[in-house]
């Protein structure tokens, strides 16, 4: 009986299967359920979890949005490019916008309090990436995605875009503050 | 074309002249395209070496976009084309079905490979392997890639083809060998592939040829990744394919089961494009049920195969 010749026994589908190779499909099986059970253990119990919040939307509609939101909540101004640093209500509402090539605002929170984020992108696709925590979520052209967030610690954290976005992909960055 | 014959002195195997022309063209291109892969990725890792950081930005997205695509799609099909010529025509002894077919879709394949090529070259079409709408390529950037799935599907097909001439000529009793056996899984595998990368390709071409408006951006992503993550399968496929008959031909292995080892293609059939899912994990729109059940439940039965 070899690979490259058809099966020698014309029933092999009768043939009794070996004890080792018996073996092993109980290990991959074995395996397998402990995954599976892992990964709605995780749903659960985890402290990274995906949401399940998302609309249809467009660039204009999301856009009005995320300006009221920054012409109501803005401190100050910070970097060359002047973006809005705007300290969001507690357990309240944020809007970000993913463009060619910025995070726009930039978001301020407080230790402990929950957020509600929105994400959109008003072009191509972009992906958020937090760091150095490692948070990735998709931002994707025509939907919103709400994130919930408690930020656990205080500092600095940059927003990476790591979905390939075009020529300024590498230098598209944001921060958030948590205080 | 007449059909003639000849045995390996080596491996004692029955090459038919057709199919083993066909079998070293496919696999030398596939290998260029596998070099052209290779430089490309020297030149990624020269500039994402710090210390050297050979090109500028878009030089790197236009040789990072065609690292990609030369090497998980024209490498990957063309290579695939001689595993199944040689699965079905050599282990089985017949002719292969059509030839001239089978030429035509190779033409076709490397037509569209050179096509793309040059797209990605002139600059205008970094848009890496996933081409992510809305941002666009230049239409022959679709273009190519559709010919090459378009010829790969016709090599498909001759493979089929070829099954049933032997099946007819009774060139074999029982059933398949176990790596013909592989290489088929591989060629069911590209059948759906290929469908659906036709269905979000050709409308994309459509797009950046200004016929259709707009494309749905999560849609592309989804059926996009039918594409992008099964056409790696089907090399999966080939290769374990290649592992019996390396075994079978170098040490004279057989395998421990038959019937564990078919079961395990069938599996592997059934549940695989499930599995794409996991491309989508942190995409909006779809459920955390769906993410789960498909990235986990149903896709281990593909792992375990």
């Known amino acids: 009986m070899s690979a490259i010749l058809p099966p020698s026994e014309r029933l092999w589908w009768k043939q009794p299967i070996d004890k080792t190779e018996w073996a092993w499909i109980g290990i991959a099986f074995v395996w397998g359920m402990i995954m599976f059970v892992m990964m709605i253990y995780w749903h659960v119990y985890g402290k990274q979890n995906l949401s399940n919040e998302a609309y249809k939307t467009t660039p204009e509609m999301f856009a009005a949005k995320a300006e009221k939101f920054i012409a109501e909540n803005t401190i100050r101004k910070e970097t060359d490019q002047e973006i809005p640093v705007v300290k969001v209500p507690a357990n309240g509402e944020a809007y970000l916008i993913a463009r060619l090539w910025q995070w726009y605002p930039i978001l301020e929170l407080e230790k402990g309090k929950e957020y509600k984020i929105h994400l959109s992108s008003m072009d191509y696709n972009h992906g958020f990436s937090l760091q150095p925590v490692n948070i990735n979520i998709q931002v994707v052209p025509g939907y919103e995605h709400v994130v919930k967030m408690t930020p656990t610690s205080s500092g600095t954290f940059a927003i990476v875009c790591n979905e390939f976005c075009g020529i300024g992909h590498h230098s598209m960055l944001g921060r958030i503050y948590v205080k | ?305």
């Not at chain 2, 099909?77 to 001689?82: C, H, N, R, S, V």
């Not at chain 2, 031909?249 to 078919?262: D, I, Q, T």
């Open chain 2, 1 to 305: 074309m007449a059909t003639t014959y000849r045995t390996c002195p080596i491996s004692g195997l029955q090459f038919e002249k057709n199919a083993e022309t066909l079998m070293r063209w496919n696999a030398v291109v596939g290998v260029l395209w596998l070099l052209v892969g290779g430089i490309t990725a020297l030149l990624v890792i020269l500039t994402r070496w710090p210390a050297i950081k050979l090109l500028p930005a878009d030089q790197f997205y236009t040789i990072l976009t065609a690292h990609g695509i030369d090497m998980l799609i024209l490498w990957i099909l063309f290579f695939e084309m001689a595993v199944l010529y040689f699965a079905s025509s050599t282990l089985l002894r017949c002719r292969l079905a059509t030839p001239m077919l089978a030429w035509a879709g190779f033409w076709l394949m490397v037509v569209g490979g050179i096509i793309t090529n040059i797209a990605i070259f002139q600059g205008g079409s970094s848009v890496m392997f996933t081409s992510y709408v809305p941002m666009m390529a230049a239409p022959h950037f679709y273009l190519g890639i559709i010919l090459v799935a378009v010829g790969a599907l016709i090599g498909t097909g001759v493979f089929f083809g070829t099954l049933i001439v032997a099946k007819r000529d009774q060139t074999y009793t029982g059933s398949l060998p176990l790596v013909t056996f592989g290489a088929l899984t591989a060629a069911i595998i590209a059948v759906f592939t290929i469908l659906c990368g036709a269905g979000i390709l050709i409308p994309t071409l459509l797009w950046s040829m200004g016929f259709i408006k707009e494309i749905d951006a999560q849609l592309y992503r989804m059926v996009w990744w039918a594409l992008g993550h099964s056409s790696q399968q089907i090399n999966v496929a080939a290769h374990v394919s290649i592992w019996y008959l390396t075994a079978a031909v170098v040490f004279g292995a057989k395998p421990l089961s038959e019937k564990v080892s078919r079961g395990a293609f069938l599996l592997y059939i059934l549940f695989l494009q499930l599995a794409s899912a996991h491309h989508l994990l942190s995409d909006p729109g779809m459920s955390a049920e769906w993410k789960v059940l498909n990235t986990s439940y149903f896709m281990y039965f593909a792992v375990m195969a």
